[in-house]
Nanobody, 122 residues
Framework: QVQLVESGGGLVQSGGSLRLSCKAS????????MGWYRQAPGKQRELVTA???????NYADSVKGRFTISRDNAKNTVYLQMNSLKAEDTAVYYC????????????????WGQGTQVTVSS
């Protein structure tokens, strides 16, 4: 299976920056895409940004120009640089990956991290 471990969350003032990291491990054969979702209290989980194995990216409109996703394929790690943070960015951020494992190389599944809390004080 595939395990995703996030790090880098915390408390920051409005206008500040944080950098999240997510490392994938396990019996990985291939990771097609990695990304970040977030879920604020009382709201549904939403896509923040994603990046494919070729480097194509997409962003939610609410974070365009402020957040940047990057990926180190050799390390199976994805990063999320968050700048100009706002109170409305407060949420639990989840790492997500679409990956296949060695024993089932042509079967891609969704994997999730445990989540990391990001709190932006206004």
């Amino acid at each position: 299976q595939v395990q995703l471990v996030e790090s880098g969350g915390g408390l920051v003032q409005s206008g500040g920056s944080l950098r999240l990291s997510c490392k994938a491990s396990g019996s990985i054969f291939s990771i097609n895409a990695m990304g970040w979702y977030r879920q604020a209290p009382g709201k549904q989980r939403e896509l923040v940004t994603a990046i494919t194995i070729t480097g194509s990216t997409n962003y939610a409109d609410s974070v365009k120009g402020r957040f940047t996703i990057s990926r180190d394929n050799a390390k199976n790690t994805v990063y999320l640089q968050m700048n100009s943070l706002k109170a409305e960015d407060t949420a639990v951020y989840y790492c997500h990956a679409v990956a296949s494992v060695v024993s089932r190389r042509n079967s891609f599944n969704d994997y999730w991290g445990q989540g990391t809390q990001v709190t932006v004080s206004s």
